[in-house]
């Protein structure tokens, strides 16, 4: 119950988020659905059943990256004076978040199974009733089990990533003995040669998959049959291998923004990416993987028109959205991090301009690495892909 009232007595921006992290879930819990009516519509084909339940993991992902984040910056779920002594520590706090993100995933839920019965034809009374009678298997009854086990893997897989991300930890031997030392520099991200090490095996993958003759295919739902394994395997490889690479990346925008004779907007600039490296790294490499995915896809399939199905495309958008979405849930978590350091700032006189300036440096450094980043990975992958 404090859970919901927490939720309900939210900011308007804190609601909206909700509600895209209910949107998502919708849309995956929809994905998952209609995979269990293809199986009931075709009991002879496991095998695609199957590949189509594996497609619903990359929506489902982006899906939880989301919750993540937004759980991340909810403010209802942050320690403040007085809740402690009322029972709500860091560990209270973080089950509340785990239960926010549980309800408005179920709430996505509940909306992706009326949608569906409503497609089915099982609800009547609103438009479009039963337009997709045939995809659906509504001349099969549903497996009540099945449905249910569908619909709350989303909610256990969000509250429980949420709640491992937010769980407290513990102090480091003698990071509470000195309060009044200055800050020592933020140590670089250790992921950077691994990330660089995954994207050159995925791209490798990938080209050695392409050229392979009879490789098995790996059908969309919905539309765009026919894709190698291989190719979609070393595109995986290739998002984890930016991910990881993407806090590297971004500390080290921040140590090149401050070389060679910086001023005060570019060493403000450098010091803060540095500092948010990791909070805004991944989301970025992600963005980047997903981007080069994207133009990897409309190299390989174009001149076949293979015929973009509706779900294929509810699984696009699913996951473009969710990474953008993500991205700026990061950065508005980065702005809530750093507001003590900038009133002081501005207590101290610096100019709204400087800071203003620092932002653009950063925003343009970021742009200029990972955008070229992304083009040279998305025309390395599409390079064995072309007809």
Same mark, same amino acid.
């Given at each position: ?24 879930? $919708? ?6 659905? @209609? ?18 339940? $594996?497609? @619903? *993991? ?6 939880? =990256? ?31 978040? &785990? ?7 179920? %709430? ?21 009733? /039963? ?16 449905? +249910?086990?569908?619909?709350? *893997?989303?909610? +256990? ?23 009044? $030392?200055? !800050?020592?520099?933020?140590? &670089? ?23 392979? =003759? ?8 919905? /539309? ?15 998002? +984890? ?7 590297? %990346?971004?500390?080290? @925008?921040?140590?090149?923004?401050? !070389? ?8 403000? !600039? /450098? ?12 989301? %970025? ?8 995915? &994207? ?24 996951? *473009? ?46 742009? $200029? ?6 083009? &040279?990975? !998305? ?9």
């Amino acid at each position: 119950m404090l859970a919901l009232r927490l939720a309900r007595g939210g900011q308007p921006v804190v609601q909206l988020r909700r509600l895209l992290v209910a949107a998502a879930s $919708a849309g995956s819990g929809f994905l998952l659905l @209609c995979t269990l009516g293809y199986a009931m519509g075709h009991p002879d084909a496991s095998t695609g059943s199957l590949l189509r339940l $594996a497609w @619903c *993991v990359v929506p489902l992902a982006a899906t939880v =990256h989301l919750a993540i984040a937004v759980a991340r910056t909810d403010p209802a779920t942050k320690p403040r004076p007085g809740l402690s002594a009322v029972g709500l520590g860091p560990a209270r706090l973080t089950l509340i978040a &785990a239960v926010s993100t549980a309800v408005a995933c179920t %709430l996505g839920s509940l909306l992706a199974l009326l949608f569906f019965l409503h497609l089915r034809g099982d609800l009547t009374g609103l438009p479009f009733d /039963g337009a997709a009678r045939g995809l659906l298997a509504a001349d099969r009854p549903l497996p009540l089990a099945a449905v +249910l086990t569908l619909l709350a *893997v989303v909610p +256990l897989a969000a509250s429980a990533a949420s709640a491992a991300v937010l769980r407290p930890r513990a102090a480091k031997p003698g990071e509470s003995q000195e309060p009044a $030392a200055p !800050a020592a520099p933020v140590p &670089a991200p250790t992921g950077l040669p691994w990330g660089v090490a995954l994207l050159a095996v995925g791209l490798a993958v990938e080209t050695y998959a392409s050229r392979a =003759h009879g490789t098995a295919g790996f059908p969309m739902p919905g /539309g765009l049959g026919g894709s190698p394994s291989g190719v979609l395997a070393g595109w995986t490889v290739t998002a +984890l291998g930016l991910a990881l690479a993407g806090p590297g %990346l971004t500390y080290q @925008c921040g140590r090149a923004l401050q !070389a060679v004779r910086p001023g005060a907007a570019r060493l403000l !600039a /450098g010091r803060v990416l540095q500092e948010e490296a990791r909070r805004i790294g991944r989301p %970025l490499g992600v963005v980047c993987a997903v981007a080069s995915g &994207a133009y990897a896809g409309i190299t390989l399939w174009s001149g076949r028109h293979p015929g973009l199905g509706p779900l294929s495309t509810l699984g696009a958008v699913l996951v *473009v959205g969710c990474t953008v979405a993500t991205l700026l849930t990061a950065a508005i978590e980065a702005k809530q991090a750093r507001s003590d350091t900038t009133a002081a700032l501005l207590r101290l006189g610096a100019p709204a301009g400087l800071l203003r300036s620092a932002a653009g440096l950063r925003a343009a450094a970021l742009l $200029a690495v990972f955008g070229s980043l992304t083009w &040279a990975v !998305a025309e390395l992958a599409a390079l064995p892909l072309a007809p």
